[in-house]
């Protein structure tokens, strides 16, 4: 079982309507989750993180984590062609120094 | 403006020619890494570095050395080049801690022929 899973899409949404990303992962120590996004050729960027269980809003952005069902995700509401992209989830584990574990990413596509 | 710089941003060599790939960051964080990412495996870390002269292998660390000399320098280096290791090379560092994010330079990419 990989530690982190995204599915890999592509996720196809209409401009305007909201996206939905989401990210398993398998080490219930798991303490740290991160959004990047990462347009083609270039280099990740973060989104959004989250540590405690419940919702977080920043602007089009939430994410959600569920550690009991060890689930994240993000959702991006009123999506734009920019957010076309693709979306890694990231997990820091508990005593697991600074590495971040990467999902393989889920591709976006917001259609006009 | 805080950054990580990598260079070169592209390189294409030969088989067995060894190569640095050069990545300083200017926020004085402590912890530094390389990935390389590949087209459905996503990004694996190669090598990582907790501080100054203290690293430690990562995830895919075979044909890869890394150095920590300066807190802000780590260079990747590829001995001997093959052609497995045409990848898209990303350095990155985070100050320590559970909640701190990385921070990546602009990515290297790497063609060996």
């Known amino acids: 079982q990989k530690e982190v899973e995204q599915n890999s899409g592509p996720l196809s949404v209409p401009e305007g309507a909201i996206a939905s990303l989401n990210c398993t992962y398998s080490?219930?120590?798991?303490?740290?989750f991160f959004w990047y996004r990462q347009y083609s050729g270039k280099s990740p960027e973060l989104i959004m993180s989250?540590?405690?269980?419940g919702d977080k809003e920043d602007g089009r952005f939430t994410a959600q984590l569920n550690k009991a069902s060890q689930y994240v995700s993000l959702l991006i509401r009123d999506s734009q062609p920019s957010d076309s992209a693709t979306y890694l989830c990231?997990?820091?584990?508990?005593?697991?120094?600074?590495?971040?574990?990467f999902g393989t990413g889920t591709q976006l596509k917001v259609e006009l | 403006e805080a950054q990580v710089t990598q260079n070169p941003r592209y390189l294409i060599t030969v088989t067995g020619k060894k190569l640095t790939v050069t990545c300083s960051q200017n926020?004085?964080?402590?912890?530094m890494s390389w990935y390389r990412q590949d087209p459905g495996l996503g990004l694996r870390q190669i090598y990582y570095?907790?501080?100054?002269?203290?690293?430690d292998k990562g995830d895919v660390p075979e044909g890869y050395k890394v150095s920590r000399k300066e807190k802000r320098n780590f260079p990747l280096i590829l001995e001997s080049p093959s052609p497995n290791q045409t990848s898209l090379y990303f350095c990155?560092?985070?100050?320590?801690?559970?909640?701190?994010?990385?921070?990546f330079g602009q990515g290297t990419r790497l063609t060996v022929v």
């Open positions: 990155a560092s985070s100050a320590t801690g559970g909640h701190t994010e990385a921070f």
């Open positions: 080490d219930r120590v798991s303490q740290s």
């Open positions: 989250i540590y405690s269980n």
């Open positions: 990231a997990v820091k584990l508990t005593g697991g120094g600074n590495k971040l574990t």
């Open positions: 926020m004085n964080h402590e912890y």
């Open positions: 570095s907790m501080n100054v002269e203290v690293t």
